[in-house]
Antibody
């Protein structure tokens, strides 16, 4: 069965960086785009961007341009999201989530990781 | 960027009754609209995609309708497990955007 297992909670100081991993199994890793979505405490869902695990190409929301990097490791079927220059407003649960249709960039999202809480606090 | 607006923000309904949730897009998204439900402490779950297709595992009491800019999620007879937050999402154009959510609570 499809599984997306994320790394554990992180605490960072303002200005630092954090890297969240998402290890996948149960499907062909390179066939489905992977999204990153975050959710601040008590708030809604915010789409951050997407990576094509096949070639590694990425598209980021303008808001995060210059601060976010998404990449993947095809040898371990894992995607990563790194966010730099952290500020308190980046405190949120970060989700990796698989696009529902093979090879299609903009689709609904059918499988989600369990989420990783990133807390930014001095 | 397409702005997705959900209404109401909170909906109070008794078990067994019908719930109707709305989602409006600031410009047409065709039928590229999904609904998710999220329970506290959990990841969202895909409920409806392509505006009206139910995802695997969800019963027929859930239905989606609409196209263009106006969409509706209807739950015909609420069960206790249906009380959650529901989000709509458009995937017609970049960037993908979500509505702010509707909290469905027990009356």
């Amino acid at each position: 069965q499809v599984q997306l297992v994320q790394s554990g909670a992180e605490v960072r100081n303002p200005g630092a960086s954090v890297k969240v991993s998402c290890k996948t199994s149960g499907y062909t890793f390179t066939s489905y785009y992977m999204h990153w979505v975050r959710q601040a405490p008590g708030q809604g869902l915010e789409w951050m961007g997407i990576i094509n695990p096949s070639g590694g190409s990425t598209t980021y929301v303008e808001k995060f341009q210059g601060r976010v990097t998404m990449n993947r490791d095809t040898s371990t079927n894992t995607v990563y999201m790194e966010l730099s220059s952290l500020r308190s407003e980046d405190t949120a649960v970060y989700f990796c989530a698989r696009g529902a249709i093979r090879g299609v960039i903009f689709t609904s999202i059918d499988y989600w990781g369990q989420g990783t809480l990133v807390t930014v606090s001095s | 960027e397409i702005v997705m607006t959900q209404s109401p923000a909170t909906l109070s309904v008794s078990p067994g009754e019908r719930a109707t949730l709305s989602c409006r897009a600031s410009q047409s998204v065709s039928s590229s609209l999904a609904w998710y439900l999220q329970k506290p402490g959990q990841a969202p779950r895909l409920l409806i995609f392509d505006a009206s297709t139910r995802a695997t595992g969800f019963p027929a009491r859930f239905s989606g309708s609409g196209s263009g800019t106006e969409f509706t999620l209807t739950i015909s007879s609420l069960q206790s497990e249906d009380f959650a937050v529901y989000y709509c999402q458009q995937y017609n154009s970049w960037p993908i955007t979500f509505g702010q959510g509707t909290r469905l609570e027990i009356k």
